[in-house]
């Protein structure tokens, strides 16, 4: 299996909204989006999949690793054989991609967030930097993308969070801030134990509202003859928000199951953004 034959089939095995919007891409940008993706995809699953934290260290150090020897020319994972030869091309700096690293090791020390500025110092680097990536590969030429792509970045990570209550918490992990569980009196007890309750939907609530917040936020900073060059990240946002919609036409019921939009809906969300401009 090549390097590219790997990345290709790390991102269309995970099923990711992002892999929808990569389809649309010429293949230049296509391959350099699909191996960036496949990157964030391994140093996560080195959270989501090792059960004891020490390897996981472990994992993540060798991966802070293979990033700096890639960036001196020396890749050795199939996913930096694939991503390094196009990171020149596409403005992708080694500190991105340990930032990503970084972010996903917080996962290993943190399992609550005191309040939302904590939060959003987590968001910043697994999501609002992943953002800023894409953007560039996307075919960014303005600067002021930068912080349409950082604040988009970060609704998706607000989106994965509401969806992804109830995983998480068999995981021990809470990434509602405390702050916020303590304003809407719903106990980290009930969170961990996925009992539902009306103090907790009008909780996820508030949790929606600041997510859309940023999607519409997002949108008033892109400027105009960006929009075309960065429809890829336009079609995750169409999928990523019609699927908080979803879940909150459901009334949050992701304590105990995890809401989903099937293949085809993606796949029409992102057309319709490709051919027709709009959401």
């Known amino acids: 299996m090549t390097p590219q034959e790997y990345v290709q089939q790390k991102a269309a095995s995970s099923g990711s909204s992002f892999y929808y919007a990569f389809l649309f891409l010429p293949p230049q ?21 090792v059960s004891d934290p020490g390897v996981a260290q472990t994992k993540l150090a060798w991966w802070r690793n293979e990033v700096h020897q890639s960036f001196a020319g020396k890749p050795s994972h199939p996913v930096m054989q694939a991503l390094q030869p196009l990171c020149a091309e ?25 309040d939302y500025p904590a939060l959003s110092r987590y968001c910043h680097l697994v999501a609002g930097v992943v953002g800023e990536v894409s953007a560039k590969i996307f075919g960014q030429t ?3 993308t930068t912080a349409y792509a ?7 990570q607000l989106t994965n969070i509401i969806r992804d209550v109830g995983e998480d918490a068999l995981r021990g992990r809470i990434y509602l801030p405390v702050s916020e569980l303590q304003q809407f009196d719903v106990k980290a007890h009930e969170v961990l134990n996925r009992i539902p309750s009306e103090r907790f939907v009008a909780l996820m609530q508030f949790q929606a509202e600041r997510a859309h917040g940023l999607y519409e936020k997002a949108l008033d900073l892109l400027p105009a003859h ?8 336009l079609m995750m946002s169409s999928i990523y928000r019609t699927l908080l919609r979803e879940i909150e036409a459901k009334q949050f ?3 105990q199951q995890r809401v989903a939009l099937t293949p085809l809906r993606k796949l029409w969300l992102a057309w319709k953004m490709q051919a027709l401009g709009r959401f």
């Open 253 to 255: 019921p992701v304590l």
């Open 226 to 233: 960006e929009f075309k060059a960065q429809k890829p990240g």
């Open 150 to 156: 950082h604040t988009l970045g970060q609704a998706f």
């Open 29 to 49: 940008r296509r391959s350099a989006i699909t191996a960036f993706y496949a990157f964030c995809r391994e140093v996560d699953d080195v959270v989501d999949e």
């Open 142 to 144: 303005d600067i002021a």
């Open 90 to 114: 596409f403005s992708i700096e080694e500190q991105s991609l340990q930032s990503v690293i970084e972010g996903c090791e917080m996962d290993l020390n943190q399992t609550r967030y005191l």
